[in-house]
């Protein structure tokens, strides 16, 4: 027993800089692009656990592709990656648009973090399924999931494949692999866990990917969707994609003594990576290596996407209010539409002509399938989903009580 | 016939789903090896091997997470909760997850689970052994909430469950899984094996979702129950001498409303009886619903008999369980008022 027991002290995590400083991310080392290894998927998770802390890069300053991670996509594949990552960006921005113009109540962008989803989408086979969070469009994008039915959907109007039942942005689209997003956050994570052991179990090819964001990490379905891919060997890959913000609350209150999110898997003997999540051509290698292992039977790979949401959370949030407004410009991992865009210059792939053409062009895309969707009304005008459609659904087949309701409704 | 306990009709169930289907899977912890603490799926892990019956880890929203994201892929989990009292954790993947799952996609991916698990009291399992936890299932759109109380409905309900489209809370009263227990703690149970209901065919037979049945026709009060508190309300009709209908619900959603009202019109008074506590129970639904179509045929109010508004305790197990006594009394003042 101690005599004279000190007081105790109540720690909370603080971020370095509050609006009205002076970003600084100079706590948070880059290590040089090309500089980490590239075991082989079949390495023994005990042996790279300094994986977990370090970030696979690259792309280098200079617009080079270089390392032992670089080489798995051809010129070709690079050139859509750009053309995926611009046309989300300009998806985001005239869906950010009309959501001020309340043609909806809702939307979240992907400003900064295009590559994650982008890229990841192209490391998959048909079949394989994602079960995304809220800011993972580019794996529809990508996927060439039709954007007038996104907007649909985010219009909630009368062609919504979704009945005008889920908020905008949570999309289904089983097809192109991609889960229904709840809205609630880090369940969906051991869902994917147990489609990948369904997998399995049927002696199936097929993969699945869980996606979470730094925040919702601290849920508890992810410490269980870990212990049941470790306890499993489940086919599945686990993202963390780290946007340095949970709305408000940075990274380090979800984070905690840890040192990273990737470093959660260690405990688990799960193989755990981070990866520059703004550099396309990283985060394919990244993925593909997971996705491989998983395909191999050697079950789960945790990834940490180390990113910046550059934008709002959503059309709900203001940042200004809780992190310095130039805090993006401090970024050191850059914009990964700008990383990938002077890599293919320097390569002679690409040219500013090029991509401001590309700019227009998609832009006329996008702005075509807005009309399109608008024609098919917006959330307060023009067509929408009937009374009716809110009744179906629920079940199978109607029980008698909801058709009593139904006809208290007059439909 | 064979004679079965309700856990041989429980496990008659899974291994006659198993047997015809390969999507259906079942696990849970405790449930592989060793075949589950009340031994419910003895012996399917070794009828069916380690990926259709296995162990889980103890993470109940783990259990049932991993279940949705498996019936997304396409197969039928029937999965075990140890106790109704260690559902929630489990809560929001049951509630935010499995039952919206088919509304919120449109019918792209569906959540065709059964949630078993031992509920209610009466074995001195204290405040986590002994819940009822029905009403926070019923309060939720899209799940269909069932409770047998003997072993030819256990089967045929299991089943129907496994075969169902949707997700299916299967509430197992587990102080009727060896005998129709009726309250009176003081007395041997009579063995399944010498009643009527003990008999279970052993193939695939189903009795339907949302039908209820009458187990002892009457003609003075109707006592609407279901589960353990079945015989209950028949001991109390037996000892009162009060010539009850009591009516056994077996599904609590989608509810046999017809053979409900049939009754109180008949009978035009109505008593519900449940083990879960008082305030905000499903006997709030039910009594509702019976004024709402029986009002003007009404003789009484409407009468609940339930557990009391605190936790399960451990010592007073038999001054909380609402017992014979409880009910009989109900159905006097029910007939005197």
Redesign the interface.
Known sequence: MTDNPSPLKFHVPEPEVRPGGTPDFSNVPIPKAGSVDRPPVDVDPRTIRDLAYSIIRVLNREGDAVGPWAGTLTDEEQLEGLRHMMTLRTFDARMQMAQRQGKTSFYMQHMGEEAVSCAFRKALNKGD?N?PTYRQAGLLIAGGYPMVDMMNQIYSNEKD???G??LPI?Y???EHGF??I?G?LT????????????????GDTKI?VGWVGDGATAE??F???L??AS?YRAPVVLNVVNNQWAISTFQGIARGGSGTFAARGLGFGIPALRVDGNDYLAVHAVAKWAAERARSNLGPTLVEYVTYRVGAHSTSDDPSAYRPKTESDAWPLGDPVIRLKNHLIRRGLWSDDRHKQTEAEILETVIAAQKEAESHGTLHAGGKPSTRDMFE????EM???LRRQRQKAGV | MPRMTMIEAIRSAMDVAMGRDDNVVVFGEDVGYFGGVFRCTQGLQQKYGRSRCFDAPISELGIVGAAVGMASYGLKPCIEIQFADYVYPAYDQIVSEAARLRYRSNGEFTCPIVIRMPTGGGIFGGQTHSQSPEALFTHVSGLKVVVPSNPLDAKGLLIASIEDPDPVIFLEPKRLYNGPFDGHHDRPVTAWSKHDLGEVPEGHYTVPLGKAEIRRPGSAVTVLAYGTMVYVAQAAAEETGIDAEVIDLRTLLPLDLETIVASVKKTRRCVVVHEATLTSGFGAELVSLVQENCFYHLEAPVARVAGWDTPYPHAQEWDYFPGPKRVGEALIETMEA
Do not use: C
Not at chain 1, 393 to 396: M, R
């Open positions: 399924m079960f494949p979704l009945k039942r889920q949570m289904s689209a089983k889960f229904s709840s609630n369940t969906q994570y051991i869902q994917a866990v147990g489609w990948a052991m369904a997998s399995a179990i049927k699945a508890s379905d410490h269980a969707a212990v049941f306890t659904g629920v079940y199978a029980p008698a009580h």
